[in-house]
């Protein structure tokens, strides 16, 4: 069962195509990631982001747990609610997590932009300002364990990152919040290079069988970086008129001026 079908995101009678085909890749993919060891897939995933200014999205500390939670609803004080698609909870020793919200697309934009409200209204701008309130209790987590890092991270299919739309959703966070934000972004066609490694070095039947289905959806949908061009492997032998070297070149005669008569005529 889809966890977007559970969670009521896929309905045939719904009619933003694009949209739902989205929040399916989305729960496929990082559903799969919850049967798997984080150190499989997700956390090389995670480590491939990096941001406007080149920072790369880091997890101090050996996570020796996640949590996952999918389109929860996030309505905090003095903010603009959102449903981000995914949020994780990267547990590390001695109770430190680090949040991760992400906002994942397919074909879609973004779905809202800045508007005269005092908060934040662009989809992300609005998902970085609820990012830097939300609690662990405020996801169902438990009071116990204390926030190390936060970061949002924005998913796509583009092959380079989609700077101009950063930078309009960091623009609006700045003029309405007066602080500087941060947006990591990562593309899902980094996903299958790792997927492929981890498969080479994985001797689990069941990690492997869930691996393979994640790396055969994404292929399937095309979601691939361009690998360049294959070695030509054949070739064909021509014709030996193609082989001769002519050793004598022999040009027409062109004189210096041609005098031509002109004769014009008007066609009623």
Same mark, same amino acid.
């Given at each position: 069962?889809?966890?977007?079908?559970?969670?009521?995101?896929?309905?045939?009678?719904?009619?933003? @195509?694009?949209?739902?085909?989205?929040? *399916?890749?989305?729960? #496929?993919?990082?559903?799969?990631?919850?049967?798997?060891?984080?150190?499989?897939?997700?956390?090389?995933?995670?480590?491939?982001?990096?941001? *406007?200014?080149?920072?790369? @999205?880091?997890?101090?500390?050996?996570?020796?747990?996640?949590?996952?939670?999918?389109?929860?609803?996030?309505?905090?004080?003095?903010?603009?609610?959102?449903?981000? #698609?995914?949020?994780?909870?990267?547990?590390?020793?001695?109770?430190?997590?680090?949040?991760?919200?992400?906002?994942?697309?397919?074909?879609?934009?973004?779905?809202?932009?800045?508007?005269?409200?005092?908060?934040?209204?662009?989809? $992300?701008?609005?998902?970085?300002?609820? $990012?830097?309130?939300?609690?662990?209790?405020? *996801?169902?987590?438990?009071?116990?364990?204390?926030?190390?890092?936060?970061? @949002?991270? /924005?998913?796509?299919?583009?092959?380079?990152?989609?700077?101009?739309?950063?930078?309009?959703?960091?623009?609006?966070?700045?003029?309405?919040?007066?602080?500087?934000?941060?947006?990591?972004?990562?593309?899902?066609?980094? $996903?299958?290079?790792?997927?492929?490694?981890?498969?080479?070095?994985?001797?689990?039947?069941?990690?492997?069988?869930?691996?393979?289905?994640?790396?055969?959806?994404?292929?399937?949908?095309?979601?691939?970086? /361009?690998?360049?061009?294959?070695?030509?492997?054949?070739? /064909?032998?021509?014709? #030996?008129?193609?082989?001769?070297?002519?050793?004598?070149?022999?040009?027409?005669?062109?004189?210096?001026?041609? #005098?031509?008569?002109?004769? /014009?005529?008007?066609?009623?």
């Amino acid at each position: 069962m889809s966890i977007a079908e559970i969670r009521g995101k896929i309905s045939e009678t719904g009619t933003n @195509l694009s949209e739902r085909m989205e929040d *399916l890749l989305t729960s #496929d993919i990082f559903g799969c990631m919850r049967y798997l060891p984080a150190q499989k897939a997700l956390i090389p995933f995670l480590q491939t982001a990096h941001s *406007l200014h080149g920072n790369i @999205l880091t997890i101090q500390g050996e996570v020796i747990r996640v949590h996952y939670s999918f389109w929860p609803w996030l309505k905090l004080a003095n903010r603009t609610p959102c449903e981000p #698609d995914v949020v994780l909870c990267l547990e590390t020793e001695e109770n430190q997590v680090h949040l991760v919200v992400i906002e994942a697309k397919y074909y879609s934009g973004l779905s809202s932009e800045e508007d005269e409200r005092a908060e934040p209204n662009d989809q $992300l701008a609005r998902e970085l300002d609820n $990012l830097d309130a939300v609690s662990c209790a405020t *996801l169902g987590w438990g009071t116990h364990l204390e926030i190390a890092s936060r970061a @949002l991270l /924005f998913v796509t299919q583009n092959m380079g990152i989609p700077r101009d739309l950063l930078v309009k959703s960091l623009a609006e966070y700045r003029r309405k919040r007066n602080k500087d934000g941060e947006i990591f972004w990562v593309s899902w066609r980094f $996903l299958p290079p790792i997927l492929e490694q981890s498969l080479e070095q994985e001797s689990v039947p069941e990690n492997r069988a869930v691996m393979a289905d994640m790396l055969a959806l994404l292929l399937r949908k095309g979601l691939i970086m /361009f690998g360049g061009v294959e070695p030509i492997t054949e070739c /064909f032998v021509l014709p #030996d008129f193609y082989h001769l070297t002519p050793t004598k070149y022999s040009w027409p005669v062109i004189p210096e001026s041609l #005098d031509i008569d002109y004769v /014009f005529e008007v066609m009623r």
